[in-house]
């Protein structure tokens, strides 16, 4: 295939990065063991909830639609770049001098990145979840249904690399954001129905939730997948997630003119 | 000659921190100054095409620096260069292409993959034709003693052998200018002999131009046509080898051996006494002094088996610069 060679230098460092992830397969083997692990916790937790309440459907969700969600959910924590950590080692540990003595933008490099991780993550774990799930409990979606949630995966990840560059980015001012990142992580984790399904949080709570972007990162491929969104309000959905996004490209681009003349003070 | 490398009265400041002692660990992680470092102040040389060049200061002395600007990674304050016709910091991605950055302070290789993949790595990136790539890597991979090296995981080489694959990784794309900081640390006599080898063939066969820094004299000696001091962030030699080892110009050693014990100081008379032992003496003496009478008696002395007058010697010329002002 003949490739615009500027994707394709992109796509070299992309296969680099995907054999560097395979190196240490244990870690992987692990990884994906974690996120089986993290539903079926979830799977004891909801059960006893809905055998204590006595009811079928808590805000017209099953049992049955709250494991699947949270094995979507799972699929989608694994396939989620974790750029942030990325950016700041290439500055505590000076890995940004290797990238920008080539013929590379930092930028392009970043995204790199996130696609090779999500390739071996998606591979590894994302997808095959996604198929034990669909098989164990008998989801049958339409086509129609399946082209949304591909949709709402594509949205979910442009998101998260943007919003993962703009916590990354502040390792230019403070290097090492190991505290902010998993504060970030807890927040995200929160508002994006990590924790909780967004549809089951007191009203006042998910309309707060519903004006921020982190619903686009895992509740909105998760309802979908799991019919607590109709079609046409997945559409509706989707569409605010675009306008997100492009919110989100503004502020990274922002950031990035900020930080880039900080190359200097952080010891390249 | 074509100039490949022009800089002009090129400066950068950097702003740090510098951590307070204090009695308490928690205070003394709290106070700390503010302060300023200039790297380069008003630094200006120019380097033609297909030179070896080798960039001499102390520690700290702003060289560093210089070459992260020159490859586009840091941007100056003020001044202005020029490398292959571009401006450095304005084209970095454009100026990558044509140049290869060794530096012994930075891994360049993937860390957890045998260094072989980073070679295949830098084949895709910079598009080599496949019959080329091979006919290089076994040039270089060869030379250097790499054949069993380059198949194991890079963290687990030694830093010498690491160097070595870094250096095949930044020239396997025949780069027209080769920077290279501090790039043969840890490398093992045969090593830096091979690689002086191909460096000294990259010139001759490609006229491939290199921007070294060492602090091995060496290294110097061997391979610098230009060299070019800077001290402070500022250059204060800029000659060729021999135009240094001229530059105390009237200056010139003699070593004389003696057939017994001596004491130096009855010597001092004739010149500075740079190295002395039981029956020899090192003295730096002015070039006309050698014709004084009293000078020809010592050496046609009977005590005196043999003798030998000689340039300054290269360590002690550039002991001698470093720290000097602008000459």
């Known amino acids: 295939m003949d490739l615009n060679p500027h994707v394709g230098r992109y796509l070299e460092y992309s296969k680099m990065l995907i054999k560097d992830r395979f190196v240490y397969k244990i870690n992987l083997l692990l990884m994906m063991a974690f996120q089986i692990m993290s539903p079926i916790v979830m799977l004891f937790v909801w059960t006893a909830i809905y055998l204590a309440s006595g009811v079928s459907a808590i805000n017209n969700f099953t049992l049955a639609q709250i494991i699947t969600y949270f094995f979507i959910v799972s699929a989608m924590n694994a396939i989620a770049p974790n750029t942030a950590q990325a950016i700041s080692d290439d500055i505590k540990y000076g890995n940004m001098f290797g990238i920008l003595t080539r013929p590379l933008s930092y930028v392009g490099s970043v995204i790199s990145y996130a696609a090779g991780h999500m390739f071996v993550d998606a591979t590894v774990v994302g997808i095959p979840i996604i198929i034990l799930v669909t098989v164990l409990m008998h989801i049958s979606l339409s086509l129609y249904t399946w082209m949304l949630f591909v949709a709402a995966i594509i949205l979910m990840l442009v998101l998260s690399i943007m919003a993962e560059f703009l916590i990354g980015c502040l390792s230019f001012f403070f290097i090492d954001i190991g505290g902010v990142a998993t504060m970030f992580t807890f927040i995200m984790q929160f508002f994006s129905g990590g924790l909780i399904p967004l549809n089951l949080l007191p009203h006042g709570i998910s309309q707060v939730v519903y004006a921020l972007p982190f619903q686009f990162m895992l509740y909105t491929p998760a309802a979908i997948f799991t019919g607590a969104l109709s079609s046409s309000q997945a559409i509706v959905s989707l569409e605010i997630g675009i306008v997100w996004s492009l919110v989100f490209l503004v502020l990274c681009t922002a950031m990035w003119h900020g930080v880039k003349r900080h190359i200097d003070s952080v010891g390249v | ?327």
């Open chain 2, 1 to 327: 000659m074509e100039e490949i490398i022009k800089v002009n009265k090129l400066s950068k400041s950097f702003k740090s921190y510098q951590s307070l002692q204090g009695k308490k660990i928690f205070l003394a992680s709290l106070r700390r100054r503010p302060y300023t470092k200039k790297a380069l102040n008003e630094m200006s040389f120019k380097v033609k095409k297909g030179e070896i060049v080798m960039l001499l200061g102390e520690n700290g002395s702003g060289k560093s620096t210089l070459i992260k600007t020159l490859v586009g990674i840091l941007h100056p304050d003020s001044g202005e260069a020029e490398v292959m016709g571009m401006t450095p910091w304005k084209n970095r991605i454009k100026l990558a292409w044509k140049y290869g950055m060794i530096s012994g302070a930075h891994n360049q290789m993937f860390w957890n993959l045998p260094a072989i993949d980073t070679f295949e790595y830098v084949k895709g990136l910079y598009e080599i034709p496949e019959k080329e790539y091979q006919k290089r890597l076994r040039y270089f991979v060869k030379l250097l003693n790499l054949e069993e090296v380059c198949k194991r995981q890079v963290r687990t080489l030694s830093l010498g052998e690491r160097m070595k694959c870094n250096f095949v990784s930044a020239v396997l794309h025949l780069p027209e200018i080769v920077f290279m900081d501090e790039a043969t640390i840890g490398m093992d006599l045969s090593s830096v002999i091979n690689l002086r080898k191909a460096l000294l063939d990259m010139q001759k066969n490609y006229n491939t131009t290199f921007f070294i820094t060492t602090h091995i004299v060496d290294e110097i000696k061997a391979l610098a046509e230009h060299v070019i001091i800077i001290d402070r962030g500022t250059v204060v030699f800029d000659g060729t080898k021999s135009a240094l080892q001229k530059f105390f110009g009237k200056k010139k050693q003699l070593e004389i051996h003696f057939g017994k014990k001596i004491d130096k100081e009855r010597y001092k008379k004739h010149g500075k006494v740079v190295e002395a032992g039981e029956n020899y003496l090192k003295l730096e003496i002015n070039a006309e002094r050698l014709k004084e009478r009293g000078i020809i008696t010592l050496l046609n002395s009977e005590d005196v088996l043999d003798y030998n007058v000689s340039e300054p010697d290269l360590v002690y010329v550039l002991s001698r610069f470093y720290g000097r002002k602008k000459v």
